[in-house]
């Protein structure tokens, strides 16, 4: 019989213990594996390319779907230059043309002079992304301003159909995007009026998201709402300055979600679903002649970056290609530039070798100290969190010792992640610390680098 007097310290060990390691959410491995890409790419390709619209109203004639020179391979070699690990291709826009043949409508490549109605640009994306090693993603718009059902039940097994053929005949398919634009007007087979629909119901997601899963084991579903990547709430490629990838799901809406929430995450949430910051390399999503001088330059996609991966987030940047099917020469060479950018900024780690030892400061935080072996001068600090086991840190400082045993602060943030880039002024010096103001659980910290850009 435990004596009354035991009780109360077991207790309190009890509590004790509840307290310091609270429950984590963790990502899955495909997860894991999806951030570690941390750059892919969007292809956004339609009638809207020949129309010069952004969103086509659903009326647009097969026959202007008229790529002369088109070659997914250029594509995929561009964005391998880039530095992008995966694409993800717009298999059917808001307009509702497929570009693939489906069985299920007309309005599509096959009657298109696009190789003679012979056509399947799903195909040969497909082929070209797995001939040059890049993961394979595709978009399937909700919204279909083209389909006489649209707004009713009978559309929803049409998108399913879709989704089915998308889904079993191209291979193993890394990603699905659901965008969250959703009804209004539009040509639905000729009624050309206005259609709501209610974004909580109609869709019914968790039976298309079961659908999904059941085809594609592996597949990742991007949606504003996960459930295994999620919009950062806007479409500059920047993730909150404080960002998690832990959120709340039962707050979030696809199509509905609100874009603060989304742009910050929750630590209190109960899902992992990964921030990506998607962005074109132009001002539009589709290709406009009128905007080849408004191309995101290599400075330009190197602020994205520092937004979007440098803060915990996957970057998706968009390359339209043109009228004839390919990737303007501007966009290539700025993507270049932009890659260029990044590996000259990241070529050297002047902390490989470093001893990390973990201690206990004044303070009882938990601190890293970094041993140079030797003065060191840098202005970029990588760091980077075990997300395996969870994002736990929400508060630290980096510390540089700039004289014996005199500390200044060079930098201060909020969250890490799996990897968050402190851009610093100059800084030299042969022993560095890291300092854990705040952590949800221990925190565990898997990389620190340090860079001298030359800039
Ligand atoms: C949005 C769409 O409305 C835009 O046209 C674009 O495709 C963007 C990536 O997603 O929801």
Redesign the pocket.
């Known amino acids: 019989m435990v004596k009354k007097y035991l009780i109360f310290p077991v207790l309190a060990l009890l509590l004790l213990a509840c307290k310091t390691e609270t429950i984590q959410v963790l990502p899955s491995a495909e997860q894991v594996a999806y951030q570690q890409m941390e750059m892919v790419g969007?292809i956004?390709f339609t009638v809207n390319t020949f129309t010069d619209k952004?969103?086509g109203y659903g009326d647009e004639d097969p026959a202007i779907f008229n790529p002369t020179q088109l070659d997914a391979e250029q594509w995929v070699k561009a964005a391998k230059a880039g530095g992008l690990k995966q694409l993800i291709l717009?298999a059917k826009?808001?307009d509702g043309f497929c570009l693939w043949p489906s069985t299920y409508t007309e309005h599509s490549v096959k009657n298109s002079p696009f190789r003679d109605g012979q056509g399947d640009l799903v195909q040969e994306f497909v082929d070209a992304c797995r001939k040059h090693g890049l993961k394979v993603g595709l978009?399937l718009?909700p919204?279909d301003r083209n389909h006489k059902d649209y707004g009713n039940p009978e559309y929803i097994t049409y998108y399913r159909n879709q989704l089915r053929e998308l889904l079993t005949n191209y291979g193993e398919i890394n990603e699905i995007?659901f965008?969250?634009?959703n009804g209004g007007d539009g040509y639905y087979g000729g009624a050309n009026e206005i259609r709501r629909i209610d974004r909580e119901t109609y869709y019914d997601w968790p039976t298309t998201i079961a659908l999904v899963k059941e085809l594609q084991p592996g597949i990742k579903i991007f949606s504003d709402a996960g459930p295994d990547i999620r919009w950062v709430g806007n479409?500059h490629g920047h993730a909150g300055e404080t960002f998690w990838s832990v959120i709340d799901n039962e707050k979030l809406v696809i199509g509905a979600s609100d874009s603060k929430y989304l742009n910050r995450g929750d630590p209190d949430g109960n899902s992992w679903i990964i921030g990506q910051c998607?962005v074109?390399i132009r001002p539009g999503?589709?290709y406009h002649a009128s905007e080849d001088s408004l191309v995101k330059t290599p400075e330009q996609l190197m602020e994205i970056y520092y937004k979007s991966v440098g803060r915990n987030g996957v970057l998706l940047l968009?390359l339209p290609p043109d009228r004839r099917g390919l990737i303007h020469e501007t966009d290539v060479a700025n993507l270049e530039g932009f890659k260029a950018n990044i590996d000259a900024v990241f070529a050297e780690d002047l902390a490989e070798g470093a001893s990390l030892l973990r201690q206990k400061s004044k303070d009882n935080l938990v601190e890293i100290i970094v041993e140079l072996g030797g003065p060191k001068r840098f202005d970029h600090i990588v760091l980077g969190e075990t997300i395996e086991k969870g994002q736990r840190i929400s508060c630290f400082r980096v510390e540089a010792e700039t004289g014996e045993g005199e500390w200044t602060k060079i930098a201060e943030a909020t969250t890490i992640g799996y990897k968050r880039i402190l851009q610093v002024e100059p800084v030299t010096t042969s022993r560095l610390r890291v300092v854990i103001e705040a952590s949800k659980n221990p925190p565990l910290i898997s990389e620190v680098g340090l860079y001298l850009s030359g800039n």
Do not use: V
Request: glycine share 4%; proline share 0%.
């Open positions: 969007f956004h952004e969103w717009t826009h808001h978009y718009s919204w995007w965008d969250g634009a479409e998607d074109s999503w589709f968009n």
